[in-house]
């Protein structure tokens, strides 16, 4: 009865779907997810699998190997991942963090049977008290639903408030960060394997500094799941 009252639409493009919270097939197939050939540690998709260094690993990660373990994304950051990810993040789409967590699941399988509890990467107060609502939490409540994983929503807090990262290269970026987080009394990470979520990596320079904090703390280890990664941040400048 409701969906006769209120038939299902694409969750993009607002076109007749079957079922609730699904996408149509145009805006489906104009989604790029990740798959292999990428980075083995930090997830980075490649062109193609010669570009591999050793190890599988891609340059950056064998010129500065990150503390975190292993970093997995389910979407290339492109205009069919920003569709999804822009009206979350700005527009309070909420009800888009439900379908984008179900994929990062499905990207990050791996990291999560091996996980203790799962940490969202966290907005600054002020940040967050003008968007209401924290999209990298909504999307970690989901994956520990999906998951049967705990989860910390203030396992980590921001103490510092940090400009827009978007047009800055991945030096200014690990500059701007340092320091930027810190453990809250609850985080209780000691001895535990942490995922930590977060909506879109870039240089990886905010999963880099979140890590270090968890590591500090006592995590075992820190590996990164993300809705969305930048294909390829040397080529980007990020």
Not at 153 to 165: E, H, S
Not at 171 to 193: D, I, K, P
């Amino acid at each position: 009865m409701l969906d006769a009252l209120l038939p299902p639409r694409c969750l993009t493009c607002e076109a007749p779907v079957t079922a609730q919270g699904t996408f149509c097939a145009t805006c489906f197939g104009g989604l790029s997810f990740i798959t292999a050939p990428l980075c083995r540690r930090c997830g980075v998709p490649f062109a193609q699998a010669t570009e591999a260094g050793a190890g599988g690993l891609c340059p950056r990660c064998v010129a500065s190997p990150p503390v975190f373990a292993v970093a997995r994304a389910a979407l290339r950051y492109d205009e069919g991942a920003k569709r999804l990810i822009l009206p979350l993040k700005h527009g309070g789409r909420v009800e888009l963090a439900l379908p984008l967590a179900r994929q990062m699941a499905r990207a990050g399988a791996a990291l999560l049977a091996q996980a203790d509890v799962l940490v969202p990467v966290p907005p600054h107060r002020l940040r967050l008290l003008a968007r209401r609502y924290d999209q990298a939490a909504l999307l970690a409540r989901h994956l520990a639903r999906l998951s049967g994983l705990p989860w910390l929503p203030r396992g980590l807090r921001r103490v510092r408030r940090t400009m827009a990262l978007a047009d800055l290269g991945a030096a200014a970026r690990a500059r701007l960060v340092e320091g930027a987080f810190a453990l809250t009394r609850g985080g209780a990470v000691a001895g535990r394997h942490v995922v930590l979520v977060d909506d879109v990596v870039t240089s990886g320079a905010t999963a880099e500094a979140c890590a270090r904090v968890l590591l500090a703390g006592g995590a075992a280890s820190v590996a990164v799941l993300a809705a969305a990664r930048v294909p390829d941040p040397r080529g980007a400048g990020t």
